[in-house]
């Protein structure tokens, strides 16, 4: 985890990190260019609710298309 929404996606998108997650980043700046890049390598980007990605939210969650399902069901079980 690099400290940076952006840069974290960006690790999403090459394969470095498998999952990433954060709630509460500091706006619609800090994510754009990373969600952009992770939906082009093939990525997927959504709330991590399991709602699509909506930029104004603060609330971001990245993986690839097949751990998606996986991980909200083990975010809202764990709440």
Same mark, same amino acid.
């Given at each position: ?9 960006c ?6 990190? =498998? ?11 800090? $994510? +754009? ?6 939906t082009? /390598?093939?990525?997927?980007?959504? =709330?991590p ?7 104004t939210?603060?609330? $971001? +969650? ?7 399902? /996986?991980?909200?069901?083990?975010l809202l079980?764990?709440?």
């Amino acid at each position: 985890m690099s400290g940076s929404c952006a840069l974290n996606l960006c690790g999403i998108a090459c394969g470095r990190l =498998d999952l990433f997650y954060e709630v509460g980043f500091g706006g619609p700046w800090d $994510v +754009a260019g990373g969600a952009v890049i992770v939906t082009e /390598a093939g990525g997927s980007v959504y =709330d991590p609710s399991g709602k699509d990605f909506d930029i104004t939210s603060q609330r $971001v +969650a990245a993986s690839n298309p097949l751990l998606k399902d /996986a991980f909200v069901t083990a975010l809202l079980e764990s709440e």
